[in-house]
C-alpha cells in the first residue's frame, strides 16, 4: 500500500503526483492521496510529526517505508517502479536529471517562492511588492539560463523527458500562472521560447493535466 500525505495544491505533492501518474501507480487500488497541510491540518499533530518531524508535506509511505522531501520521494518511486522504463536509467542522464533536480529546490524554488508565496498566500496590505518583483525579475533570470539549455535538446536531461522536467515544469506552472494574474506587481514575464515549446509538448504529452488540476 501507498499512501500519499498531502494537499494536492503543493508543489511538491504534486511533483509526487504527477510521477505516480507517469508510472501508471495513481490509479492503482493499492494508492491513497491523503489530504494535509494549510487548511487540512493534520501536518502538526503528533502522528504526522512522527513520520515527518518537519511538519511539511508531502510524505510518503510505501509499506513500512517512510520517506519525506518531494525530490527524494520521486527518485525512491522512480527506482523502485519504473519496470516499463518510462524514465531514461543511464548514468549521465540521470546524473543531468538530478542536477536540475537540485538547482529547482535549492536556487529556482527559493527565487520564485517569493512572488508565489507574496500573492497567494500573505494578506495584502502585509506584501513586500519590492521583493516580490524583484524575486519575479530574478526568477527570469534563473528561466534564461534553462531556456538556453533547451535550444539544444529536447528535455532537461537529453533527449527524453525525466524527473527533472516534472519540477522544473510545476515551477513554469507557476511562473506563467502570476505573470498572467498579477502582471502589474511581477513585471514582465521573460518571453522564453524554448521552454514555451517544451511547456506545450508537456501539457500535451505527459500525465501533467491529469495528476495536476
Ligand atoms: N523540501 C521539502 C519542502 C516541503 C514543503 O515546504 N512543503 C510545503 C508545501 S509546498 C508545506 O508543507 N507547507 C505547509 C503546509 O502546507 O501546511 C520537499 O521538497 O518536500
Redo the contacts with the bound molecule.
Keep these: 500500500m501507498i499512501t500519499l500525505w498531502g ?1 494536492k495544491s ?3 505533492v504534486q511533483k509526487v503526483l504527477w510521477i505516480l501518474a507517469e508510472l501508471g501507480l495513481k490509479e492503482n487500488v493499492d494508492f491513497k492521496q491523503i489530504d494535509a ?2 487548511h487540512f491540518g493534520i ?1 502538526k499533530t503528533p502522528e504526522y510529526l512522527k513520520l515527518n518531524p518537519n511538519g ?3 510524505t510518503l509511505e510505501d509499506g513500512e517505508l517512510v520517506l ?4 527524494s520521494i520521486m527518485r525512491y518511486l522512480a527506482k523502485k517502479y519504473d519496470s516499463k522504463k518510462v524514465f531514461p536509467n543511464d548514468l549521465a542522464t540521470q546524473a543531468a536529471s538530478d542536477k536540475w533536480m537540485d538547482w529547482q ?1 535549492s536556487t529556482l524554488w527559493p527565487a520564485l517562492r517569493i512572488p508565489f508565496l507574496g500573492l497567494t498566500r500573505i494578506p495584502e496590505e502585509e506584501r513586500d511588492y519590492v521583493a516580490i518583483r524583484n524575486a519575479f525579475q530574478e526568477s527570469n533570470r534563473l528561466f534564461g539560463i534553462f531556456d538556453g539549455v533547451l535550444a539544444n535538446q529536447a528535455f532537461c536531461s537529453g533527449k527524453q523527458f525525466n524527473l527533472g522536467d516534472i519540477v522544473l515544469a510545476l515551477c513554469v506552472k507557476r511562473w506563467i500562472m502570476l505573470s498572467d494574474q498579477y502582471p502589474d506587481k511581477t513585471g514582465e514575464r521573460a518571453e522564453l521560447k524554448n521552454i514555451a515549446r517544451w511547456y506545450h509538448d508537456i501539457c500535451i504529452n505527459s500525465q501533467l493535466t491529469k495528476a495536476v488540476q
Excluded at 519525506?68 to 525530490?71: A, D, F, R
Design positions: 494537499r503543493s508543489i511538491n497541510g494549510l501536518n511539511l508535506v508531502p519525506w522531501e518531494s525530490n529546490i
